[in-house]
């Protein structure tokens, strides 16, 4: 039976009413042959379409390639396009992994903050805003994008997803690649490397004409299953908030944001 195409990418994203910014890393092909590199994009864009964007290291904290052998930093010249381009040693399942430097955002209406706070499910964040005397029209920010993909290299086997030291991580729990278009894929997410449970999700799966988003919970131990049906990519991301500076007359961050 023929495999349909699965492809899967663990995001970071930023959103406001009228557009949604998705940031991934997004491989040249999501399976290549034993001998064939790895090349995948940084992009920021939506509905699975984006801009690129070059090596820079100043602007991440980790970036790394890992697989059956172990990890290994991701090296490039600064600028090189595709970002991510490396030779594996050996058959399997990869992944990449990119955890930003911060940056910053300040939203100031007051209709946009509670689109925000609700389209990424972090209930009670804006309630508690206001308890800390913190303004309505005002939301500032400071945030950081865990981004992953996973990648087969020759043909696909029981190879499995691992943490890779990001703080804030998917992991799958099968090799997706060795499923088929009528199977589910159990993920789990973890926070500091613990599973983090009741967690809002964000799934967008392409499947070639259209995109979909679903939302999902993980559940007691963090995990959620994905129906893959219909095959192509899959996007999957959460976002964990902690309160910041407290003082409104200052312009240090309010909150810190992962995603």
């Known amino acids: 039976m023929k495999r349909t195409t699965l492809a899967f990418v ?4 930023l959103v406001t009413p009228s557009i949604a910014h998705e940031y991934w ?10 001998g064939e590199a790895i090349q995948g994009d940084l992009k920021n864009g ?3 379409k984006g801009v690129n964007f070059g090596y820079i290291p100043d602007r991440f904290e ?8 172990g990890s290994q930093p991701v090296k490039a010249r600064i600028g090189d396009r595709p970002a991510l381009n490396m030779t594996p040693a050996e058959p399997g399942l990869y992944s990449a992994s990119y955890q930003s430097t911060f940056d910053h955002i300040t939203f ?5 903050i509670r689109y925000y ?14 308890e800390r005397g913190l303004s309505p ?9 865990c981004a992953k993909a996973l990648i087969q290299v020759g043909e696909p086997d029981d190879g499995r997803d691992q943490l890779t030291g990001m703080i804030f991580e998917w992991v799958a729990e099968e090799n997706p690649y060795a499923l088929s278009a009528t199977d589910q894929l159990s993920l ?32 007691a131990e963090g995990r959620i299953t994905v129906p893959l049906t219909g095959g192509g990519k899959f996007m999957i991301n959460a976002v964990k908030l902690l309160e910041g500076d407290e003082d409104p007359d200052t312009d240090l961050p309010e909150w810190t944001s992962y995603w």
């Open 25 to 34: 890393i997004e491989p040249v092909q999501f399976t290549v042959s034993r």
């Open 117 to 130: 706070l609700e389209y990424e499910g972090l209930d009670g964040a804006y309630e508690r805003h206001l």
């Open 62 to 69: 980790k970036f790394t390639l890992t697989g059956p052998g």
């Open 108 to 112: 100031k209406d007051n209709e946009k």
């Open 188 to 219: 789990r997410l973890y926070w500091q490397g613990e599973p983090m449970a009741n967690k809002h999700v964000n799934i967008f799966h392409n499947d070639g004409t259209e995109v979909e988003r679903k939302t999902m919970r993980t559940d």
């Open 10 to 13: 663990f995001f970071a994203s």
């Open 137 to 145: 029209d005002r939301f500032q920010e400071r945030y950081a994008r």
């Open 46 to 48: 939506q509905d699975f």
